[in-house]
């Protein structure tokens, strides 16, 4: 019995400390070129790819590979960086790496503070008119005249692609680089990441806005008759 309980003892101690050693490893973060960041423990880093370890519940933790042409670079806790992107044209890294970096800064902007609400909602008026215009019954003698008296069809079904050519074709263009200065160079490559995000994101946005529109008619009309 005696023994059974210094073995628990002991083996909670050991888990403590594990844990404890674990917590006092040093935190990475990682910044991918698509905007995105990523708190974690690097393990293992090579000239193709690298292994973290990253958190689970529970106290779990698992290693995951992430190829280096996916990464911008690695900061550590004292904020030192190391770039993992390297500019080489023959691989399609036209940009150099303080504009690369300048380029997701900006898509990390876009990212994580544009909210496209105005696109949300001109989307989701634009499916609710042609949800409206699709449902209404100009000659069916079977069904009253009026709206949301026909069936939906194809006209419904096309609203998406239509609210993403309206509302979401914002189209990039830059002036010559060749008369700008470093500055303005770098000022531009955060504009083109914010740009890049802000598009994908209005994208997304008007796609869903037009669906639930068109959505909310057809359960209204549902509901209705």
């Not at 905007?35 to 958190?55: A, R, Y």
């Amino acid at each position: 019995m005696i023994n059974r309980i210094v073995f628990i003892l002991i083996s909670f101690l050991f888990c403590q400390i594990v844990f404890c050693q674990i917590n006092e490893t040093k935190m990475s973060t990682i910044y991918f070129l698509n905007g995105d960041t990523l708190q974690v423990v690097v393990e293992e880093k090579n000239e193709w790819n690298i292994t973290i370890i990253k958190s689970q519940k529970k106290d779990k933790s698992k290693y995951k590979i992430i190829n280096n042409d996916q990464i911008l670079m690695i900061t550590n806790d004292k904020g030192e960086k190391d770039f993992v992107y390297k500019y080489d044209p023959s691989k399609g890294n036209f940009m150099e790496k303080k504009e690369m970096e300048q380029y997701v800064k900006g898509r990390i902007k876009a990212k994580y503070f544009y909210t496209p609400k105005i696109p949300f909602f001109s989307s989701f008026l634009f499916g609710v008119t042609i949800g409206l215009i699709d449902t209404y019954n100009f000659r069916d003698p079977k069904h009253d005249i009026g709206f949301l008296n026909h069936p939906a069809g194809l006209i419904s079904l096309s609203a998406p692609l239509l609210s993403a050519s309206i509302f979401g074709n914002n189209r990039i263009s830059f002036n010559d680089r060749k008369t700008k200065s470093d500055e303005e160079m770098l000022n531009e490559s955060f504009v083109h990441g914010y740009a890049i995000e802000k598009k994908s994101k209005i994208s997304r946005a008007t796609f869903r806005g037009s669906v639930i529109g068109v959505v909310s008619v057809i359960l209204v009309q549902i509901f209705i008759n």
